[in-house]
């Protein structure tokens, strides 16, 4: 069945995208093409299709270096401490549903220390979320504890240990940024776990990681679940086992695949390839694909099935105009589940993921850096996607369409360095009897600076 917005979206549609094309003028405009929500979250827009990063490279990119120090007196003395401020403005009109709204002021300070004798460094974040308004029947926002309740956790704290070359097992509460499991920091308060994990980046081209995952914080808790909890199942603990590589052929092209496996619940793989141009006479491509597959194992505590899903994106810039087209399509077994992170779909949107089963979605993405005013920081992109589910049988559902814009404001030198201004809102459409729409607004700002 065709999508088909009503005449208000598609007038925002073309208001847009007609404030965009008056930007995109000549000139050294640089930023992003549409990526997972989950990344696109948590930072601004890429410079062009080289930089723009896909799940599996923010996945695998390359750890920052530590201080290194050899006496244990300079351990506290040498450490760093950061102080990461979010104030974050959350409101989503339902249709025939009560509204969410919140508005939290949220804080993360981190405790880093040098790498004693090179072999071992200690870290922590501390994360709160401060309710500033927040009524009761307004409850769902994810900013704030169920009950619009204010909350502090320890969310990071392990010790990292180099073992050899670039090989390091980091053990205790950490982030992961891999497809399904990962800090999806589109709230307050990001996912963390409690896990042991390995990576090694020692090789040039090829690096992998190895993880095992007991316990999740999700954004809006202050507690940590077993990961079969987490996944809203009512039943015995199962950790997770994860293992990820990619290798970077000579070209810059690169391969990866990442495997999950909870016992007695799925088992999740995940593929990627990627493969870029380089620019001449400032026009770069890039095509992307990925697969995806989840099926029950052993007990099967939640339920029996067997699903996959299939994607393809191809980005085009020139002089920092990014364009991105991309498709992807669920297997009608099943829907793709995303309980411990945000999904790694080239079509996981600010709302909807659009991966129901059966649904074939495609995505419009546009961006620019606003450059031609010259370097003032202002960034912004717009996405909009529509998918179409079965009409009949048990995975009919209605067919809808989903407009994102993104706004930021992120100046890199002077006195307003370390802040990030950032306007979001989008808005959901679906068709047919029974429709539920959805309009959200975001307004959120970070600031980021140096304690010591």
Avoid: C
């Amino acid at each position: 069945m065709a999508v088909s917005p009503d005449p208000p979206g598609m007038q925002a549609a073309v208001f847009i995208a007609s404030v965009f094309a008056l930007t995109l003028l000549p000139g050294t405009i640089q930023h992003a093409q549409a990526s997972p929500e989950y990344i696109q979250s948590e930072q601004t827009a890429a410079g062009s299709v080289e930089d723009a990063p896909e799940s599996s490279e923010h996945a695998f990119k390359l750890p920052t270096p530590v201080r290194v120090i050899t006496g244990l007196a300079d351990l506290l003395y040498k450490s760093s401490v950061n102080l990461h401020l979010r104030n974050y403005y959350f409101g989503r009109e339902r249709d025939s549903r009560p509204t969410i709204e919140a508005w939290a002021q949220g804080a993360g300070i981190q405790l880093a220390t040098p790498r004693w004798r090179d072999r071992l460094n200690l870290a922590a974040t501390l994360y709160t979320s401060q309710k500033l308004y927040g009524p009761a029947d307004k409850d769902g926002s994810k900013l704030l504890k169920p009950g619009q309740k204010s909350f502090t956790v320890l969310g990071q704290a392990y010790l990292e240990a180099r073992l050899y070359g670039n090989i390091k097992l980091k053990a205790y509460r950490q982030r992961f940024e891999l497809p399904y499991l990962n800090g999806n920091d589109a709230r307050m308060v990001p996912n963390t776990f409690e896990a042991v994990s390995l990576y090694d980046f020692s090789g040039q081209r090829f690096v992998y990681g190895l993880g095992q995952t007991w316990r999740m914080k999700k954004r809006d808790a202050s507690n940590f679940i077993s990961m079969t909890e987490a996944a809203g199942i009512d039943g015995p603990d199962r950790a997770l086992t994860t293992a990820g590589a990619r290798y970077t052929f000579a070209n810059k092209a690169n391969v990866s695949v990442v495997n999950h496996y909870n016992r007695d619940f799925m088992n999740i793989f995940y593929a990627e390839g990627n493969s870029r141009t380089h620019s001449r006479l400032g026009i770069g491509f890039q095509f992307s694909a990925q697969y995806a597959n989840q099926r029950s194992v052993g007990n099967q505590l939640g339920g029996d099935f067997d699903t996959s899903f299939r994607g393809a994106k191809l980005a085009a810039s020139y002089h920092g105009l990014l364009l991105s087209l991309a498709h992807t399509s669920v297997s009608s077994n099943a829907r793709i589940r995303n309980p411990w992170g945000g999904s790694p779909s080239y079509i996981s949107l600010m709302i909807r993921d659009f991966d129901r089963a059966g649904e074939d979605a495609w995505l419009l993405g546009l961006s620019t850096d606003f450059s031609h005013f010259g370097d003032n920081g202002f960034s912004g992109f717009i996405n909009y996607a529509w998918g179409d589910t079965p009409d009949n049988g048990a995975d009919a559902s209605p067919d809808e369409s989903e407009l994102d814009l993104t706004l930021d404001y992120k100046p890199e030198a002077g006195l307003m360095k370390g802040l990030w201004f950032r306007l979001r809102a989008a808005i959901v459409n679906q068709d047919g009897a029974g429709r539920k729409d959805l309009r959200d607004i975001r307004l959120i700002a970070n600031y980021d600076f140096s304690v010591l």
